[in-house]
């Protein structure tokens, strides 16, 4: 019987949960584990109320303790780690898969706690260890990165001889009637943000100013938005994966508010990483403005409307150029019925779940360290079409200029 070991126990972690005793054939055996339990609890309780198959248990854990970490592995017997809690853990927990031997999955590359800058080299330079053992590790199954990145090698698979333009556009249509707040971890979140933008062209990196690039789009079921090019990690991974590629950009829609809110806050130095001394106490300003925001996972019933995040690609098939645009669109409310809880959780903790499946079930296989779009894309898209992220293929898009 296939035991999983879930790590963190957060917005994502609670929908993967939930997603994964739905699946209790794969998921027969899970264990929630993170440094709160009270929060392994209440997710536990929230899935016994819906009367799933699989078994359930919980622990504690400090995932930057490798011994600790390696030995609940071995004591519970896990087959599989799916990392769900932050990206600071990545690699202690690679650690821990590797000294327990098995296989591991995350949604988010490893980023220093000390310096916002995330890139995939520190967990790359794992790939001869994890293949030496013959452990698989999966890095980046969540939505982007994950299913924009399997949507990336579907198309190169199904309808492209090469795909020289990808743009990325990630659109939250949701309202959840606050003045702000994140829809993921907001220490994460602002920094994803508050970071330098860049995109990948001509074989290297463009960089650009923080929102200096700006669009708009009209997103189907949502509507016009305002979009600004971000730096994003499948980026980094998509730009050696998909041969031919010319330039690859990521969009992320923002509402006037939350710009209006974090130029403030970062104006006031409110997003900075630097630790200061307040009454005789080191604290890190976006670490303090992180615990006074609301709680990502606690925005479930305020939130309102669609999520819609996709890829336009650009290429040739048989010498003609074609476009396609795949997108999938996610409503809040529904997401909130069915697992309790927002959709940018759902669209993270499905494919998060999805991917463990992937490796559970033997579909994806091989040892070494794998971004997601280097396995074959059709068992992954099938399953996002039956687990409750179905994808609509749009032939004629409009572009993005
Ligand atoms: P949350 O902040 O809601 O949850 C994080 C969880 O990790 C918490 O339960 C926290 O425990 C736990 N945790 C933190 N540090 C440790 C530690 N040292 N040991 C054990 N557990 C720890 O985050 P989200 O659920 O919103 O996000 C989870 C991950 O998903 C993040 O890495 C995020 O970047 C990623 N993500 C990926 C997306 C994608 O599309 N690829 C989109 C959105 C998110 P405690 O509460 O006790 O501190």
Known sequence: MKKTLIIGAGGVAGVAAHKCAQNHEVFPDIMIASRTKAKCDAIAAQLAQRGYKSKISTAQIDAMDVPALTKLIKDYGADLVLNLALPYQDLAIMDACLAA???????????????????????????????DAGITALLGSGFDPGVTSVFSAYALKHYFDEIHYI?????????????????????????????????????????????????????????????????????????????????????????????????????????????????????VPIQFLAAVLPDPSSLGPRTKGKTNIGCIFQGVKDGKTRNLYIYNVCDHQECYKEVGSQAISYTTGVPAMIGAMMLLTGTWRGPGVFNIEEFDPDPFMEALNKWGLPWIVDENPTLVD
């Open 101 to 131: 031997g098995v296989g591991y999955v995350d949604t988010a590359n490893y980023e220093p706690e000390d310096d916002a800058k995330f890139e995939y080299k520190w967990q790359w330079a794992y790939r001869d260890r994890y293949k």
């Open 167 to 283: 743009d990325i556009l990630d659109c939250n249509g949701g309202d959840h009637g606050y003045p702000f707040a994140t829809n993921f971890n907001p220490e994460i979140n602002i920094r994803e943000v508050a970071a330098k933008g860049s995109y990948w062209e001509d074989g290297k990196w463009v960089h650009t100013e923080p929102m200096e690039i700006k669009r708009e789009y009209d997103f189907a079921q949502v509507g016009k938005k305002d979009m600004y090019l971000l730096h994003h990690e499948e980026i980094e991974s998509l730009a050696l994966n998909i041969p031919g590629i010319k330039r690859i950009r990521f969009f992320m829609t923002f509402g006037q508010s939350y710009l209006t809110h974090l130029k403030c806050l970062e104006n006031v130095g409110m997003t900075s990483i630097e630790p200061i001394e307040y009454q005789g106490q080191q604290i």
